[in-house]
């Protein structure tokens, strides 16, 4: 079959296709439970808010759209998070035609990213992670056509304003991404003035704001809830002077053992690794910022503060590092080791699947072998036998993940209220009973 322009987009979407559907099927087949994080994130659903103890309510409000569409149904929830990889893998492929001009070398870009885990084996857990990861896509290619374009256009700039937000809400480490390409453009018209700043700009700056604001004012009457959270996780209150040394070298060293497969997959492609770095070009500048400055800011973050970075925290900043690499060595792939990086594509494909099945079945004690459906009937017919509280459940207080899982699983589809200790079943007066 000749590899023209309409086959090679049909191989696309067969191989994103099959992702979705792999990752929809394997944990749906192998998970009795929603892992920690859905569950957690389906309990605030159940109770919308601007915000909530850790996180602002992005991937909250997605959760709790198919739970309206779908209801209880654990699948539903591994076809979303699938849908949220794809979406950002069409961008990225996209992009990638962009840069490169060429549909093999795009499609290979994308493929490149089957050798990063964060794309495959960790995201049947829907979270703030992969809730960032379509507006991660979006943004940059947004970006993009600003930044190839004399004529800026209105509804390009709106919707870089429009999807950071949407990324920003989902998790505010998104900030790392807008402050890379905001330091892209202060540096094009203020220092080397190679573009002209354009009013159509703040276009976007508005439509940010505009659409965080409920949030910040959430933020405001909440104490700055989740940014304590947030600093209480990298252990910034307890710092040291030691941690602003190893914690940056841990960050790096996870970046680099990360990264092997995918570097593994870039030696099965190319001739040899040589390549130059021209700052004068305007691709590889943009490409540069968008993929490599997050990732130092980061690491600057870690260095400065003495901040611990968690390994998932940079699930988003990898998604176009394979249009890097290939645009990096794209006079260096050899055509005769195409079959050879498709063998080693292929391989690392089918195993995160075999591997995530393996330890869903194998290991007990998870998460994900909750019996929470079993939990749930037995609190149903404890709450039926009181006599002190009468009418429907309807609140449920506990923490995100028992009371959590009795939300998410109770056909009355409680809502659910936080409380640090105990597991409280209420009524619609707020008339509670203690379930013990």
Known sequence: MALNKKNLRNFFY??????????????????????????????????????????????????????????????????????????AFYYVFKFAFEILGDLKLSFISVLLLEAIYFYNFTTPEFNVNVSQLPFWSLVVYYSWKIYDTKEIKFLDCFLVGLFAAIGFLSKYLFIYLLVSIDLLFIYLIFLKKNKKFDFKYLITIEVFLILLVPHFIWLLNNDFITVLYGLKRTGFEEASILNHLQFPVIFL???????????FLIWLLVIKIKFKINLKDKKLLFLLFINILPIILMFLTSLVTGSKIRTMWMTPFYLFFGVLFVYLFQSQINPNKIKSFL?????????????????????????????????????????????????????????????GNLSYHLKERPKWIYDKEYIYLCNEKLECVKYE
């Open 343 to 403: 063998y080693g594509f292929l391989f690392l494909f089918f195993l995160s699947p075999i591997i995530y099945s393996y330890v869903s079945i194998t290991q007990i004690d998870k998460r994900t072998d909750y019996q929470g459906k079993e939990v749930a009937n037995s609190v149903k017919k404890f709450y039926q036998s009181q006599i002190k509280v009468e009418g429907k459940m309807a609140f449920i207080k506990g923490d995100e993940w028992i009371a």
């Open 14 to 87: 067969i191989f994103v296709l099959t992702h979705l559907t792999i990752w929809t099927l394997i944990p749906s087949l192998t998970n009795n439970n929603l892992p920690l994080d859905t569950i957690e994130a389906l309990a605030w659903g159940s109770n919308l808010d601007w915000g909530f103890n850790k996180h602002p309510p992005a991937s909250a409000f997605f959760l709790e759209v198919f739970f309206q569409i779908f209801g209880a149904q654990d699948w539903a929830f591994y076809l979303l998070s699938s849908i949220f990889v794809v979406i």
């Open 253 to 263: 060293l996870k970046q680099i053992g990360i990264l092997i497969p995918f570097f």
